[in-house]
C-alpha cells in the first residue's frame, strides 16, 4: 500500500481539516457577498444624482460662504476683533470655492472596478488561506504524535524523515488543490461581481497574466505558512506548541517589536514585521515612508523619506524562515527518540 495515498486518505478524512476548510470558505463567501451588496453599477441615473448633489453642496458652500462674510463685517461694524473669530481682516477674501471643486465623482456611490480593485483582494484570499493552512498543517501532524499515531506507523515504516516528508508532501497537496480550485472560485465569483455590480471594462490579457502571477505567489505563500506550521508542531510534538508558538510571535515578537521601535523612533518601524514581508511578496512591493524625515522638494514641499521592500527580499526572508524551521523538524525526527 503507498504511504502517499494512505495520508491523501487520512487528511481528506480527518473532520478537523474539513471543518476547517470549510469555514476558510465560508468566510471567504462573506467577502465576496460583502463587496456585492456593497457595491453598484453606475449608470446615467447615478450620474445624474451624483451631479445633483455635487451641485447642492457647492450651493450650500455658497450660503455658508455668504454667512460667514456677513457675520464677519457685522463683528468688523461692532468693533471686535474678526482674527480671533476665524475671519481674515478683510472680509471681502472670504469667498467660496469654485464649482469645479465639487467634483460629482465624489459623490457616485461604491463600484467594484474588477481591473483596479481585485488586485487587492488576493491578498486577503492568500491570508486568510495561509492561516487556515498553517492550522492544518499543524493539526494533521501535531495529532499523530500526540495520540501515537506517529510511533505506530514507524514500526510499520522504520524511515522516519520518508515518513515525516510523505506526510508533508500529502499535506501540501491537499492543501495546493484547495488553494487552486478557490483561487479560481474566487476569481470567477468577482468577475461577477464587477459584471453585475461594477465594470469589467479595460481588462486586458497583460492584466490576466499579472493577476495569475499574483495567484501563484499566493499559492507559493499558502504552501510555505503551512509547512512552517506542520513543521514548528513535528519539533515540538504538539499542535498546541505551534499555535502557541504562532501566537506568541504574534504578540511579542510582532506587536510588541512595533510598539517597542515607535517608542524608540526607529525609522520604518514595519521593516522589521513579517506581515510587511508577506504583503510585499503578494503585491510585488510595499512602500513604506518616515514622515518624520523630509526630503525637500523643487517647489518648496517636503515630502517623507521612503523605503521599498520588494517581492525578492520577501522571498529571501520568508524562505529562510521556511528552511529553518523544516530542518529543525527533520533533525529532531532523525535525532530524538519516538518513543
Not at 57 to 84: F, L
Not at 135 to 149: F, I, K, L, P, Q
Not at 174 to 201: P, S
Not at 312 to 338: E, P
Request: proline share 4%; hydrophobic share 50%; aromatic share 10%.
Amino acid at each position: 500500500m503507498s504511504l502517499y495515498r494512505t495520508e491523501l486518505r487520512r487528511l481528506g478524512k480527518r473532520r478537523f481539516t474539513r471543518y476547517m476548510t470549510l469555514l476558510g470558505l465560508l468566510v471567504l463567501a462573506a467577502v465576496i457577498a460583502s463587496a456585492f451588496f456593497t457595491n453598484q453599477k453606475v449608470g446615467p441615473d447615478q450620474i445624474a444624482a451624483a451631479e445633483r448633489e455635487a451641485k447642492a453642496n457647492y450651493q450650500q458652500a455658497v450660503r455658508d460662504t455668504e454667512q460667514a462674510r456677513t457675520e464677519c463685517e457685522r463683528v468688523k461694524a461692532d468693533g471686535g476683533s474678526v482674527s480671533s473669530r476665524g475671519f481674515p481682516e478683510n472680509c471681502a477674501e472670504i469667498m467660496p470655492p469654485p464649482p469645479e471643486a465639487f467634483d460629482p465623482q465624489w459623490s457616485l456611490p461604491p463600484t467594484f472596478r474588477f481591473h483596479e480593485d481585485f488586485g487587492e483582494t488576493l491578498l486577503t484570499f492568500a491570508m486568510l488561506l495561509a492561516v487556515v493552512g498553517f492550522v492544518v498543517g499543524a493539526s494533521y501532524v501535531g495529532a499523530e504524535w500526540n495520540t501515537g499515531g506517529m510511533m505506530n506507523l514507524l514500526l510499520w515504516r522504520p524511515k522516519r524523515l520518508t515518513v515525516l516528508l510523505t506526510k508533508l508532501a500529502a499535506l501540501l497537496t491537499g492543501t495546493a488543490v484547495v488553494t487552486v480550485l478557490a483561487a479560481a472560485l474566487w476569481t470567477l465569483c468577482f468577475w461577477l461581481v464587477g459584471h453585475f455590480r461594477g465594470t469589467t471594462t479595460e481588462v486586458t490579457p497583460g492584466l490576466w497574466r499579472s493577476l495569475g502571477l499574483t495567484e501563484l505567489r499566493a499559492l507559493a505563500l499558502v504552501l510555505a505558512v503551512t509547512t512552517v506550521g506542520f513543521a514548528v508542531a513535528s519539533l515540538g510534538r504538539h499542535t498546541a506548541f505551534a499555535l502557541g508558538g504562532a501566537m506568541a510571535f504574534l504578540v511579542v515578537g510582532q506587536y510588541g517589536v512595533a510598539i517597542a521601535l515607535s517608542l524608540a523612533d526607529v525609522r520604518f518601524p514595519d521593516a522589521w514585521l513579517v506581515p510587511t514581508y508577506a504583503m510585499a511578496w503578494i503585491k510585488k512591493q510595499v512602500t513604506l515612508q518616515d514622515y518624520q524625515a523630509c526630503i525637500a522638494t523643487p517647489t518648496g514641499g517636503c515630502m517623507p523619506d521612503e523605503l521599498t521592500i520588494t517581492w525578492q527580499q520577501s522571498s529571501l526572508l520568508l524562505g529562510a524562515g521556511l528552511m529553518i524551521a523544516l530542518v529543525a523538524a527533520m533533525w529532531a525526527m532523525r535525532r530524538r527518540d519516538v518513543a
